[in-house]
């Protein structure tokens, strides 16, 4: 079966552009959560996305926002790019949203802003 | 507030020595918890798991229990090989009763580097 995947794999941009990153969930799995990973660090939470709605946010700013079709794969939009938006997003999915369900994560889009 | 502290690395280990990598947390309510690997130029991999008290999560070879009375849930694995060199993210997940939704709070992770 195939797991989430995430594209670009690789994505390099300027200051002040804005950029569509996109994911598509394991078969079956409802939700889906997006992550940034700034280099040495661990995840951190963006959204969490379950059948179509908007159910959690991060401590993002209102230039990062998504959304998720019926489909259930899902795009993570960041307006107004700065440098420090440079990072691996990561893609995660889930069958529900309870908290013992695990999270399973794509291979990442690599960020990097000029 | 709900956070996670592991141990600082790198860890540096010979193949077949024993490891350990530590991880406390502190959460409100009942955490899940969970030990995901990233190796170079991937995403996280989910290791193990566990959801309640007491709990052994296990898989290749690699375990760890969750310890209520200790905030702990310490990775361990009995003999490393050269292919675990990875780093290492402890993390866990609170219900949310407000929204329905479960999100992910990381550790900062632990390089793990096991030379032949």
């Known amino acids: 079966d195939a797991g989430v995947t995430q594209s670009p794999t690789h994505l390099i941009k300027t200051r002040g552009q804005h950029v569509t990153l996109r994911c598509s969930p394991i078969?079956?799995?409802?939700?889906v959560s997006w992550y940034q990973q700034v280099l040495g660090q661990g995840p951190q939470f963006i959204f969490q996305?379950?059948?179509?709605?908007e159910r959690g946010r991060g401590n993002f700013p209102d230039r990062f926002s998504a959304r998720q079709f019926p489909n259930y794969s899902s795009e993570l939009n960041v307006n107004a790019l700065l440098l420090g938006d440079s990072a691996l997003y990561l893609c995660?999915?889930?069958w529900g949203t309870g908290s013992n369900q695990p999270q399973h994560f794509g291979d990442g889009t690599r960020l990097s802003i000029l | 507030g709900n956070s996670v502290t592991q141990m600082e690395g790198p860890v540096t280990l010979s193949e077949e020595a024993f490891l350990t990598i530590n991880c406390t947390y502190t959460?409100?309510?009942?955490?899940?918890l969970f030990w995901y690997v990233q190796y170079p130029g991937e995403g996280l991999q989910l290791l193990l798991k566990a959801t309640k008290a007491d709990d052994k999560g296990s898989n290749k070879g690699f375990e760890a229990t969750y310890r209520k009375e200790t905030t702990s849930f310490h990775l361990e694995k009995g003999s490393v090989q050269v292919s675990d060199s990875a780093v290492y993210f402890c993390a866990l997940s609170v219900p949310s009763f407000s929204g329905g939704y479960n999100k992910l709070i990381f550790g900062a992770g632990t390089r793990l580097a096991v030379h032949p």
């Open positions: 995660a999915s889930s």
């Open positions: 078969s079956g799995h409802k939700s």
């Open positions: 996305y379950y059948e179509k709605e």
């Open positions: 959460a409100t309510g009942y955490p899940s």
